[in-house]
């Protein structure tokens, strides 16, 4: 059940990688985008309140309000890293949250890997140094570095929903997190709408991609809470990484990006890695 929950989250989220970046080439803003996903994720999922009710106590609450706020800043540098990069380039330093994921999880979980699970994220560690040497254009360094301050919020934020995780059932922590997320987009996407004709044209023009978009989103964050309640969190963002060499090869097949091959050997690397935590790191 694990590895098919794994399985299921990594092609996912690589599906999700691809359409965030063709929605973001349309001109939809990276703001409105993560503002619209949230309100939709959060309405998607208010039916099922009518047969689940929420049973969180107040310091739950106040720790899911943080994440949500956690994640909604951690989706615009992300977001913005795939509009000024390409795809299979910029996804590939998701391995930056392995990293930040294990560090705070010692610090605040006590959770620590083992020498596997160590070499594990040397050998990720190696394949990004590889990436990141490979030719790319200047102006893709600001994509680089927005993406690596996006990384260390959501791997701070993870921290965070283990911790409610801990005390709380999953399907109840995604609830309240989407819910919570929702009512905070909800004034963001208004004032966008209100105040930008060229975004309410984006909307119009690509309502269903971002309603896919936002079932995606929905469906990825729930995978990961599951796997969060049963395995380390930086062994889950491990073994996420998994998916980097299904988002290269989505990217060179779908968005046509250029040169994505050279993107393969460094992959490989940090594919290997992620396997090695899977079936030895403890």
């Not at 993560?34 to 969180?56: A, H, K, N, W």
């Not at 990141?132 to 927005?146: E, I, Q």
């Not at 301050?149 to 997190?177: E, H, Q, T, W, Y």
């Given at each position: 059940?694990?590895?098919l929950a794994v399985l299921f989250s990594i092609?996912?989220?690589?599906?999700?990688?691809?359409?965030?970046?063709?929605?973001?080439?349309?001109?939809?803003?990276?703001?409105?985008?993560?503002?619209?996903?949230?309100?939709?994720?959060?309405?998607?999922?208010?039916?099922?309140?009518?047969?689940?009710?929420?049973?969180?106590?107040?310091?739950?609450?106040?720790?899911?309000?943080?994440?949500?706020?956690?994640?909604?800043?951690?989706?615009?540098?992300?977001?913005?890293?795939?509009?000024?990069?390409?795809?299979?380039?910029?996804?590939?330093?998701?391995?930056?949250?392995?990293?930040?994921?294990?560090?705070?999880?010692?610090?605040?979980?006590?959770?620590?890997?083992?020498?596997?699970?160590?070499?594990?994220?040397?050998l990720i560690i190696f394949g990004s140094i590889?990436?990141?040497?490979?030719?790319?254009?200047?102006?893709?360094?600001?994509?680089?570095?927005?993406?690596?301050?996006?990384?260390?919020?959501?791997?701070?934020?993870?921290?965070?929903?283990?911790?409610?995780?801990?005390?709380?059932?999953?399907?109840?922590?995604?609830?309240?997190?989407?819910?919570?997320?929702?009512?905070?987009?909800?004034?963001?996407?208004?004032?966008?709408?209100?105040?930008?004709?060229?975004?309410?044209?984006?909307?119009?023009?690509?309502?269903?991609?971002?309603?896919?978009?936002?079932?995606?989103?929905?469906?990825?964050?729930?995978?990961?809470?599951?796997?969060?309640?049963?395995?380390?969190?930086?062994?889950?963002?491990?073994?996420?990484?998994?998916?980097?060499?299904?988002?290269?090869?989505?990217?060179?097949?779908?968005?046509?990006?250029?040169?994505?091959?050279?993107?393969?050997?460094?992959?490989?690397?940090?594919?290997?890695?992620?396997?090695?935590?899977?079936?030895?790191?403890?």
């Amino acid at each position: 059940m694990l590895l098919l929950a794994v399985l299921f989250s990594i092609l996912v989220a690589s599906t999700l990688s691809i359409y965030l970046k063709k929605i973001l080439r349309s001109g939809v803003s990276a703001l409105l985008l993560m503002s619209f996903s949230s309100v939709v994720g959060g309405l998607l999922l208010v039916p099922v309140l009518v047969v689940y009710p929420i049973r969180i106590d107040w310091n739950s609450f106040l720790l899911l309000f943080t994440v949500a706020v956690l994640r909604f800043a951690s989706a615009w540098p992300i977001n913005q890293s795939l509009k000024l990069a390409d795809a299979s380039f910029i996804v590939q330093f998701s391995s930056a949250q392995v990293i930040f994921s294990i560090l705070f999880g010692a610090l605040f979980l006590s959770e620590f890997p083992n020498v596997y699970g160590l070499f594990g994220v040397a050998l990720i560690i190696f394949g990004s140094i590889l990436l990141t040497r490979s030719p790319s254009p200047d102006f893709w360094r600001k994509a680089v570095v927005l993406r690596l301050i996006g990384d260390v919020i959501l791997a701070g934020s993870a921290v965070l929903l283990k911790v409610g995780l801990r005390s709380n059932d999953p399907l109840s922590v995604g609830l309240l997190f989407w819910l919570i997320a929702g009512l905070l987009s909800l004034p963001i996407v208004f004032q966008i709408v209100v105040s930008s004709c060229d975004q309410r044209a984006a909307i119009k023009k690509n309502f269903f991609e971002l309603f896919l978009i936002s079932l995606l989103a929905v469906s990825c964050f729930l995978l990961q809470l599951y796997l969060f309640a049963r395995i380390q969190v930086g062994y889950v963002f491990a073994l996420l990484q998994m998916g980097l060499l299904v988002n290269v090869f989505f990217a060179g097949a779908f968005l046509r990006e250029k040169k994505f091959s050279r993107r393969i050997l460094p992959t490989f690397f940090i594919v290997c890695g992620a396997i090695v935590i899977y079936y030895f790191g403890k």
